[in-house]
């Protein structure tokens, strides 16, 4: 990996949040391994191994790698990731956690097919993008194929249930369709058609009614649906302006539910405050500038969709994670890129950062 070619600026924008993620799951953990009476070592070792090492590895490889060879290899990626999603759901296979069946058993270790499926999608239709190039403002090669790859994706991540993550790669998948030149009318289709699979989701999906109603009153239900919101917002608080120190908190002990999990930034609030909350904010608006930046200086429509789908899916998550843990979005579930425990997500983020990289080193505008 030559470092002179490459967006280094970039390049440190995702290490200081990989450095400054990891420091804050390293104090999550403590809570986690004592409320499940595991190995405090074990856990933080797993994480640095597979996600940060492994990471590291996929990163400096795909930075190294034509990013133009994953076109070739579109619409196979997607097929497994689709695959793979129904495979959760094959006994012995797949397994649960929470009554969720979003995870494959690998002996040893487990795998998230979710996070295949994101990479594969955003690959697979920046593939077709670059196919049909000004075809995407028609209703036949823009329109249609998007709302069939939503509805693909969409029906297998709901059935694990997973709708946080529904959520976030229908996102990326417009903002794509938009900047490829999609047509307005058609983005407007698609929320109407969104806003009704939401209500029919909720009617069929009683829980997800009950994250909306909690959302709009958290305190009314505190010791239930509420409890994970009333307990966030109590970890927030009790941080201040400058927090309790690292592995000082109190919350993630006893109380909040998932404290290296999607309640992490809880987490981050209480032992940084409000200065550490900051910065941590601060460092994915970075990452999606100096991303976005990388995709408006790409002269090539396939690497331009790819940089614009894999930033998106990765700040649109991490906002969501914030944002619900703040109580200023409904509660999904969805980890926090580059901070929350998962070497599977670890080792997408980072292989999509390296795609990313190549891209600004080889498809820059002459």
């Known amino acids: 990996m030559h470092l002179r070619s490459i967006d280094r600026t970039f390049l440190l924008a995702t290490v200081l949040l990989v450095i400054v993620g990891f420091a804050i799951f390293m104090s999550a953990a403590l809570g986690l391994a004592a409320r499940q009476n595991i190995s405090y070592v074990v856990v933080i070792a797993k994480q640095f191994a597979v996600g940060i090492v ?12 034509s990013y133009r060879r994953w076109r070739n290899w579109a619409l196979w990626l997607f097929i497994v990731g689709l ?12 397994f649960s956690y929470n009554g969720s069946h979003r995870w494959l058993n690998l002996g040893p270790l487990s795998f998230q097919p979710s996070e295949l499926l994101k990479f594969a999608s955003i690959i697979y239709f920046a593939a077709w993008i670059a196919k049909v190039k000004k075809g995407i403002t028609t209703v036949r090669h823009g329109l249609v194929p998007l709302l069939i790859i939503m509805a693909l994706v969409g ?20 903002a794509m369709f938009i900047t490829a030149g999609g047509k307005w009318r058609h983005v407007g289709i698609i929320f109407l058609v969104a806003i009704l699979a939401v209500g029919v989701l909720a009617i069929a999906r009683p829980y997800v009614m009950q994250r909306f109603l909690t959302f709009l009153n958290p305190s009314q239900n505190s010791l239930s649906s509420g ?7 109590i970890a927030e608080g009790s941080g201040e302006v400058f927090g309790r120190g690292f592995g000082q908190g109190i919350q993630k002990f006893n109380f909040l539910p998932e404290p290296a999990g999607d309640s992490i930034f809880a987490v981050a609030a209480e032992e940084f405050g409000f200065i550490g909350s900051l910065i941590l904010i601060s460092l994915v608006i970075f990452f999606a500038i ?9 002269s090539e429509t396939f690497g ?35 901070v929350s425990q998962g070497g599977t997500a670890m080792l997408f983020a980072l292989s999509e950062v390296g795609i990313i990289l190549n891209i600004s080193k080889n498809g820059k505008k002459v």
């Open 83 to 94: 695959l793979a999603c129904v495979a959760v759901f094959l006994p012995k296979i797949g």
């Open 227 to 233: 409890y994970q919101i009333q307990q966030a917002l």
């Open 54 to 65: 492994g990471g590291a590895i996929l990163l400096i490889s795909f930075t190294s790698m």
């Open 155 to 174: 029906g297998l991540l709901i059935k694990e249930p997973d709708t946080g993550t529904t959520i976030v790669l229908v996102t990326a998948l417009l």
């Open 304 to 338: 331009g969709s790819l940089v614009v789908g894999f930033v998106t899916i990765i700040v649109v998550q991490s906002f969501v994670n914030i944002g619900s843990m703040l109580a200023v979005l409904p509660l999904t579930g969805i980890p926090l890129v580059f």
């Open 290 to 298: 100096r991303g976005y930046r990388i995709a408006v200086q790409t």
